[in-house]
């Protein structure tokens, strides 16, 4: 009798080792080509891989694009009175703003599209201006992102113009505004020159181009979804 149990034992910790080993191929086999086993069921607690990895798709690129969304109203240093509201929905969709016949005839990973809307009420007077651009670049890196956009509609005469937006997303708990968040914005501190004659002028915007997110967020708040830069 003892020699049929240790039998049935030997017997049984082969097939244990056997089945473990061919779980252990199929995993592999799921890891290398992203198709998770038929058997496989979602665990309640996420793995330090999901955790921290964004998803793939099969063809190596990130599930999700990058983007910058939400609205909130900042803080302004030089008027701390005036009521500045920023807007900003914007998507990654890398190399598609081709140029045919150039080095760029497959565009950029930065390029995407959305839309940035700005309003500025001037405590003075109560006067409101706004305007409303088009987004043509994105870069994000964690919780920061740059973007810029062309003005497709402005009350200010500067339709046509690129302008820059950087983006911080905070954290709540942060010290500076509402959960930390900051937004800068090109014609805010810098992007400034002086031409031949010594007259000030600001230059061109290049596309992603942005100051740091200098004014605080005061009310509202942005998301940035960060994702690494799709390479061709």
């Known amino acids: 009798m003892s020699r049929i149990r240790t039998h049935i034992r030997t017997h049984a910790h082969v097939r244990t080792r056997a089945a473990r080993a061919a779980a252990a191929v199929t995993l592999a086999l799921a890891a290398l080509t992203g198709v998770a086993p038929a058997s496989a069921t979602t665990a309640s607690t996420p793995t330090a891989a999901t955790a921290t990895t964004s998803p793939v798709r099969q063809d190596a690129r990130p599930a999700r694009p990058a983007s910058v969304s939400g609205t909130a109203r900042i803080s302004y240093a ?91 997303q905070g954290r709540e708990g942060d010290a500076g505004g509402h959960g930390g968040g900051r937004l800068g914005f090109s014609w805010g501190i810098g992007n400034m020159d002086v031409d031949a004659n010594g007259a000030p002028y600001q230059p061109v915007v290049g596309t992603c181009m942005a100051p740091a997110p200098f004014a605080p967020v005061l009310r509202g708040g942005f998301t940035v979804h960060h994702t690494e830069l799709e390479v061709r």
Not at 87 to 100: C, E, I, W
Not at 111 to 133: C, I, K, M, N, P
């Open 78 to 168: 030089f008027v701390p009175d005036d009521e500045i509201w920023f807007t900003v929905d914007a998507q990654a969709v890398p190399y598609s703003r081709r140029f045919p016949g150039t080095a760029l005839a497959d565009g950029l990973p930065t390029d995407a599209r959305g839309t940035v809307r700005y309003s500025h009420r001037t405590a003075a007077d109560g006067q409101v201006h706004s305007a409303e651009a088009e987004v043509d670049c994105l870069a994000t890196g964690g919780p920061v992102a740059t973007l810029t956009a062309v003005v497709t509609r402005s009350d200010i005469d500067n339709v046509g113009q690129r302008i820059g937006l950087s983006v911080y």
